[in-house]
């Protein structure tokens, strides 16, 4: 928000006053006030951030070490810069202030014209009263977009990572002693570059500081500020250490977030978190949903344990209601192997004590390229969520088994998935609507095992002469036998359309057998 040494120059006032740059980097200098001053002893009155304008007058006589001293206490009082007007008390700038102001960094200006430093002062003044209302315009989105993120409970690692973004290069957080605690991303750190940055202050005082890996800019300035208040509420949400979310758990919400979307970035985050992974072998993404009253959280111990009996070390962390797990697997036509791990890691699960009450093991179609992991993880939780939303009957849900539901959730406009439903399983609906029939069930139970007679009737646990009659009554209402090759696909596709309208399962719609 605060301009720099470079912008001040370019006011009219001062520009007027043919300023000449002698030391220091005005493009990197930011200036919280300008001021005017000839007292010799000023640094004790200084608060830092300033640019002092003089004459000289408090310097005139002095030795060159009272002027070099003079320079140092400035700099030590944090003075961004010193800007002398040249042809009153000095024909030209002390060497002993070039001097100091080059080895403390401070900017030094040299004026050749003579210009009320009023009128510098009003120019600043100006231009600062213009950049804090631009910016508390132009900074609001900023504001809502890092505090979005802390409210949603993203994570410290999506939080650095959006404010890197936003100042379009890297960014660390650095606790007290100045280690690093978090970081965007390991690319683009360069320990000779410009920087700068904001402290982070928590209720006792300063928790850390906020590097940005970037030259000084009002832009930057503006966002590092705004960031620094985001990561101190969010380290408020963990104040012990302890208790912020582990490297693993980042991963995953950052993942889960879509702000990890780079392969190497996320090769990087997975070997920071103990888990390389090997180039070119398969990647397994689970999401293990828990009843609503289990928090994922706490889950992720046993899930995590579960996990790595069934697949060897795994990655996992709560997102939601789910502990999302990435382990290694097998290529995509091992579905049997995939399946058969998915049952027997909820089988430990539910074994296990305490039982983190499983709902459903949604596993995604393996991927081989770290590329891949994000979209791999967005449709582990898809399943979980359709799983959900269609009444699922199966606690162990492969991408594949709701293949048709998605795509008719996804693709088919409502209006024509509803005409579709009538067409189809209208008579249906209505003859059980109005006589409380279980024909709909009966049906959805005779396409789900392949049309068998005798395990139709298991399942339903009734007789197969009731079996047949029911069936007789489905095909006179529907006009067509239900095992015809091209009604037996209408059929099935309708009753996954049925279950992605309504939410319901035909299994458990209440009837009497008839």
Sequence with gaps: MLPTVAEVLELPAVRAAAPEVLAGDPHAAVVRWVHSSEVYEMAGLLAGGELLLTTGLGLHGRSAQQVTDYAEQLADAGCTA?????????????????????????VLLALREVVPFVRMVEDFHELLLRRKLSWRRAGEPVWQELLGLVVSGQGLAALLHATSRLADCPVELLDVDGRVVERSSPHGLDDSAERCGAEVRGPHGPVGRLVLHGRATPRRSGVAERAAVAVALELGRHPDPGSRPSLAQAVVTDLVAGVLVSAGDLRDRLAAAGWPHPAGTPLLVAAVELDRRTPASEAVPAVREAAETVLGRCLAGAAGSSVVVLGRGWPRSAQRRQREAAERMRALLCAGTPDPAVRTVAVADPVADLAAVPDAVAEARELVAM????????????????????????????????????????PLLDHDAAHGTDLLRTLDAHVATGMSKTRTAEVLGIRRQTLYARLARIERLLGAPVDEPGQRTRLGTALSAWRVRTGLDPQTVPGRPH
Aim: charged share 20%.
């Design 82 to 106: 010193l800007a002398l007007e040249v042809g009153r008390s000095f024909a030209a700038v002390p060497a002993e202030l070039v001097e100091t102001a080059r080895r403390r960094g401070m």
């Design 387 to 426: 799983t959900r939303r269609i009444g699922g009957r199966h606690p162990v849900v492969l991408a594949q088994d709701l293949a048709v539901h998605r795509l008719l959730a996804g693709s088919v406009d409502g209006a024509a998935l509803a005409a579709f439903v009538t067409a189809q399983l209208g």
